[in-house]
């Protein structure tokens, strides 16, 4: 059984997600090689599947302030 990872390497996999998905939407060179722009018909998945991390992240922020602060 793995350990549990600890709030701030769970901030750090938010982080990457957030990456990848930003990576996916608009392309450029990512840690495997160039990533292509998403095509215009998967835009709108790409930008959704942004957000929802963007909104993970932030609220993986806010909670490790409120428990630290």
């Known amino acids: 059984m793995s350990k549990p990872l600890s ?38 998945d790409c930008v959704k599947q942004l957000r929802f991390a963007v909104e993970q992240y932030n609220n993986h922020i806010l909670s490790m302030n409120r428990h630290n602060g």
Request: glycine share 14%; no cysteine.
């Open 7 to 44: 709030p701030e390497a769970q901030a750090l996999l938010h982080a990457g997600l957030m990456a990848d998905r930003a990576m996916r939407l608009v392309g450029g060179q990512g840690l495997n090689g160039l990533i292509p722009p998403a095509h215009p018909d998967d835009f709108s």
